[in-house]
């Protein structure tokens, strides 16, 4: 009987091995977003909002779908684009994709983070930190500036 269980459990952890289960989410394409450029406007004394700028680059499809920063009592992921004449401003409440490989740019103008309820003012030369939650990646947290953006082809700033 001993010799019959020897040879059958070979076969078991032979079949064990070469089993069709699913590999485990480690050992797919793992989800990373590189951040760089992490910008917010100061604000003066008495304004409670303003607006940050960065780019992030996925490795995989995914998407921003929130953002904090102790820095504001709430904080929003925006978009603007011109309607009827006017720019108009909408927070994205799906969140912002993030397509695969490529550089989505938060920029005056465009899709950008909304600060609000900020309690202390934001001055030029300080750095706060953003924490930015995906879809799939792991939560990153950033240093951003603070200060100015650069200025646009007309040679002025635009959005928040």
Same mark, same amino acid.
């Given at each position: 009987?001993?010799?019959?269980?020897?040879?059958l459990a070979a076969? !078991?952890?032979?079949? !064990? !091995?070469?089993?069709?289960?699913?590999?485990?989410?480690?050992?797919?394409?793992?989800?990373?977003?590189?951040?760089?450029?992490?910008?917010?406007?100061?604000?003066?004394?008495?304004?409670?909002?303003?607006?940050?700028?960065?780019?992030?680059?996925?490795?995989?499809?995914?998407?921003?779908?929130?953002?904090?920063?102790?820095?504001?009592?709430?904080?929003?992921? =925006?978009?603007?684009?011109?309607?009827?004449?006017?720019?108009?401003?909408?927070?994205?409440?799906?969140?912002?994709?993030?397509?695969?490989?490529?550089?989505?740019?938060?920029?005056?103008?465009?899709? =950008?983070?909304?600060?609000?309820?900020?309690?202390n003012p934001l001055?030029?030369?300080?750095?706060i930190p953003l924490?930015?939650?995906?879809?799939?990646?792991?939560?990153?947290?950033?240093?951003?500036?603070?200060?100015?953006?650069?200025?646009?082809?007309?040679?002025?700033?635009?959005? =928040?």
């Amino acid at each position: 009987m001993i010799r019959t269980l020897i040879p059958l459990a070979a076969v !078991a952890a032979l079949l !064990a !091995a070469c089993s069709n289960e699913p590999k485990a989410a480690s050992e797919g394409p793992q989800a990373a977003v590189a951040v760089t450029g992490a910008l917010c406007r100061p604000t003066p004394v008495g304004r409670q909002a303003t607006g940050c700028y960065l780019t992030l680059t996925s490795t995989i499809a995914d998407r921003l779908v929130s953002v904090s920063t102790p820095a504001a009592g709430r904080v929003e992921i =925006h978009e603007s684009k011109v309607e009827s004449n006017m720019m108009m401003m909408r927070e994205l409440t799906e969140g912002l994709p993030l397509p695969a490989g490529q550089a989505v740019e938060l920029k005056p103008g465009g899709n =950008h983070i909304m600060l609000l309820a900020v309690a202390n003012p934001l001055t030029e030369g300080q750095t706060i930190p953003l924490t930015l939650n995906f879809a799939t990646a792991e939560p990153v947290t950033v240093q951003a500036s603070i200060g100015q953006p650069p200025v646009n082809e007309y040679g002025t700033q635009t959005g =928040h």
